[in-house]
Every structure is written in C-alpha cells, then in structure tokens.
C-alpha cells in the first residue's frame, strides 16, 4: 500500500523498476508546473497543451537515464523547457493564423457589461501583453527567467538545468526582466484599446 | 539605478543574496522602489491559467502509453479498470496469425533473392520476428499483448531491414492488425492531447460489474474482491472507480454516516492492509484530483491513496 506523500525519489526509484503508479504520480505531480514553463515559453494554450504532453512522454522515455545528481523537478522542469523551445520553433516555422487585434474592431468599443467583466478582461488583456513581451524575449533569457518565476528553480537549479554558470544565470535572469519591463512599457504607452474614460472635448 | 543596482535588486527578490547583501539592499531606496516593480513583474509572469483536467489527463495517458510499452510486464496497472474480454484473445491470435503469415511471406523472399542474398541483418530481423511472435502469441496473451506484437514486428523490421519490400511489409502488418481490429490500439498516434484522449474514450468508463480487473490482461493481474481487504493503491482505486460508477447509475448503497467533512466525498468503508494490518477505513473519491483516499475513521486523516481510473466528461 502506497502512503500519501512519497517523495520525489521514492516515487522515480519505484518508477525506474517499473511501478506504473508511482510514474503517474510523479506526472500528475509535475504536470501544473511544467504546463505553466511550456504555456509561458510556448506562448499559446494550444503549444503549450502539445508540449507539456510531448514533456511528459520525454520524461517516461529517459527517466532510466535519470541519476539523481539534481533535483527530479530541476530535471523535468529542463525537460518542459527543452521541449516548449522546440515547440515554439516548429510554430514559428509554419504559418500563422491571424490574430485579431484592436485595430480590427471596426465596430467600435464593446461596453463591459460589469466590473467583474471588467476585471476579466484586463486580466486577459495583461496576460496578452506578457505573452507578447515574452514572445520578443531572446530563448536564452526566456528559458532563465521562466525557469525562475514560473517553474520556481533557483539560481543553482537553472544553472545545473541550462548548463551554464550561476553568474550566467543571474544576469541572464536580470538582462531578460529588463527587456520585459520595456517591453511592457512600449506596450502599455500604446493605446491598444479604449479606456472607461475618453477625454473630454476642449 | 546602474547595473549592480539593478542586479541587486533582481537577486533580492530571488532570495538568492546573503544576509550582509540582504542589508545592503534594504538601505538602498532606489534598489527597493526596483524590487517592487520586480516583484509585480514576476506575479504577471507567473500568473497562468492551469491545463484544462482533460488536457492534463490526456497528456498523462499518453506518457503513461509510453511507460506501458516501456515495461509492458509491469507498467500497464494504471489503465483505466476493464473486464477482460474474449474479443482481446482473439485480436492477439489474430495479431499472431498475422506475424506467422509476415515470417511465411518473408522466408519466401528471401528464397526468391537466394541465400547468399540473405545478409545478417535480415537475418537477425526474421529471428527478432519469429522470437516476437512466439512470445506474444502466448494463451494467455491480450489486447496489450498483442500491441507489442503488432508494434515490435513493425518496429524490428522498420529499424532492421533495409529493403524496400521489408518496409512495405512492416507496413502491411501494422495495417493487417488494424483490418483484426487492433486499430484502436495498436495503431494509435497518442503523439497528440486528442488523440490520447481518444484512447481513453475507448476504454470502458461505466461496469457495474464488481469483478473491476485492478491492473489489465497480464499475468500479474488480479480481479478486485469488492469484499476482500484492499491491499494495494491500484486496488483502492479500481474499487473507488466502482463505487463512483455504481453511484452513476444509482447503485451506491447508502453512504456511511461520518463525521469527516462532507467535502471528502466518503462513499463507503473497507479494510485495507496498511503495514500488513488490517485496518478499518472510510473510502473517498475525489474527482477533481481523480484520487481515491483511504480515510482513516477515527480522525478523517487521510492514509493511503491511488489513481482513479476514468475520465469522466
């Protein structure tokens, strides 16, 4: 019988000798998290669905490669990263559906029904704009600053995840919040969509 | 703010600095007006919206597809429970009629190109079949079975042989299989969340019979005692699938009476072996997180758990 809480490496020792339980539960796990890393790197719901699936299967097909010398987390986290990179190059290789913007919307501002519309809505709106920063943010420091405030590795897990030296990471990390907070900046100093109060006539 | 400024700030809110780095950014106004606009930042960042359940099922079926194949001797304990069925033994002597048809065609083949023809990796690739097919085709062997048949046979003669008649009739095996009625199984692409999810739809998701296989058509099943003490996680959840199922179709006795908070979703009270004890408990389902808990009666805590089985819509 199977206590509640087993530890990550219980779970991959019984799962690397073939206990099919104790692999779903590491995947169920992790699932949350790595989806979060691919929907942020990815950039869309759909990619990200593809690839924190394709992260899965990856993670079953070399979990008898899996030593131990990091965390388990750490491992599958750089897995979802790896593959949510991957994905996001096979998007950018085919074409693109047009994405309706405020410019298309010919027939004028929609009213919030109510505030909690409201709220929705900028909530959507501020999602948006992150996926656009994000989107314009080189894979290197994507992949750092995700690893960080998505999947919550620290500096010394994102360094064993992407190889690379803690320094790196650091400034990998500070160089790619930089760019997005100008990203956000250029954005949010764009009138991309009518506000509550239009400005009165002279 | 020069870069060390803004480095700074950027490891404070990490909490990646040390305490003398900690103190010397707290007296630094300009590097704390940073961390606040930082720590806004990250919230932005991390602010995504979870995988949809059936997204998240599916892409967990799917990888588990890869471990059952994988370790197909142990590993196929997490499908979704099913009653063995004698359309599964004929589908693996359909597949072994299949893979002992492919060797006929292929020893003539290769009696046609003359032996000396016969490299050794063709040579190895008929041994790969014959031994795949001889094992495969075992009595007691099944749908999963025969998936590895269909599946290794067009496999090996897919890496192994290079001509081109040997892959067309890798091909044809994989083909013939889906005309036996293998292709729900053995030809599925669970490379994608749909796709997995059609796997799932195919199995199963309501039996009212009791007899609930706990763990699938190998040896090592067994057949879930609905009175017999649960032993393990895969058990518990198979007889919490039942329940949940007996509930849907309005065949759930009456609920025990329990002071457990009613958010637990108690449906009935079993023995369990809980450190080769039996031990009295109340069983709950959880749909959302698809687990089954072994509650203890005493205090509501939670003991054991295992994975329920369905996919429900």
């Known amino acids: 019988m199977t206590a509640l809480a087993r530890s990550d490496d219980e779970l991959v020792a019984a799962a690397q000798r073939g206990d099919g339980a104790a692999m779903d539960q590491l995947l169920r796990r992790h699932y949350g998290r790595v989806h979060a890393v691919c929907r942020r790197i990815a950039g869309s719901t759909r990619d990200a669905d593809d690839a924190a699936q394709e992260a899965m299967i990856r993670v079953v097909r070399n979990l008898d490669r899996f030593d131990g010398r990091s965390a388990f987390g750490t491992w599958v986290y750089r897995i979802a990263t790896n593959t949510a990179l991957d994905e996001l190059r096979k998007r950018k290789r085919r074409p693109q559906l047009h994405v309706v913007g405020p410019d298309d919307a010919e027939a004028g501002p929609r009213e919030p029904v109510d505030d909690m519309a409201h709220r929705a809505v900028d909530g959507v709106a501020d999602r948006l704009s992150i996926d656009a920063a994000l989107a314009e943010l080189p894979d290197e420091f994507k992949a750092a600053v995700i690893m960080r405030d998505v999947g919550d590795l620290d500096y010394a897990e994102i360094a064993v995840a992407l190889d690379i030296p803690i320094g790196t990471v650091k400034s990998r990390i500070a160089r790619g919040r930089r760019i997005l907070v100008e990203q956000l900046g250029n954005q949010e100093t764009t009138p991309e969509r009518p506000t509550d109060n239009p400005p009165h006539d002279p | ?313």
């Open chain 2, 1 to 313: 703010m020069n870069d060390d400024q803004y480095l700074l700030a950027n490891a404070y809110v990490d909490g990646e600095l040390t305490d003398d780095e900690r103190r010397t950014a707290e007296a630094d106004p300009t590097v704390m007006a940073e961390v606040e606009s930082l720590i806004v930042l990250r919230a932005r960042i991390a602010d995504v919206d979870p995988p949809l359940p059936d997204v998240r099922d599916a892409a967990i079926a799917a990888a588990m597809t890869e471990f059952s194949r994988r370790s197909p001797a142990v590993s196929t304990t997490v499908e979704p429970p099913q009653r063995r069925s004698f359309g599964s033994r004929y589908l693996a002597i359909a597949a072994a009629v299949v893979g002992v048809g492919l060797l006929g065609v292929i020893v003539a083949t290769v009696g046609n190109r003359g032996q000396n023809d016969a490299d050794s990796a063709t040579e190895a690739t008929e041994s790969d079949i014959a031994s795949s097919v001889a094992d495969q085709a075992a009595p007691n062997a099944d749908r999963e079975t025969a998936d590895v048949a269909a599946d290794s046979a067009a496999d090996e003669m897919s890496a192994d042989m290079s001509s081109e008649m040997s892959l067309e009739m890798a091909q044809d095996v994989t083909g013939a299989a889906a005309d036996g009625g293998l292709a729900d199984d053995a030809t599925s692409d669970t490379s994608s969340p749909s796709n997995a999810a059609t796997v799932m739809a195919t199995e199963p998701l309501v039996d009212v019979d009791p007899a609930y296989d706990t763990a699938g058509p190998d040896a090592q099943r067994s057949t879930l005692d609905v009175d017999a003490p649960i032993t393990d996680d895969l058990e518990l959840g198979a007889y919490g699938t039942y329940l949940l199922d007996q509930q849907l179709v309005g065949r759930l006795p009456p609920t025990p009476n329990t002071k457990c908070p009613p958010d637990l979703n108690i449906l009935d009270e079993r023995v369990i072996v809980l450190n080769d004890d039996d031990t009295d408990v109340y069983i709950a389902v959880q749909v959302i997180d698809q687990r089954v808990i072994a509650v203890d009666r005493e205090t509501c805590v939670p003991l054991v758990d295992g994975p329920l089985f369905v996919d429900r819509p």
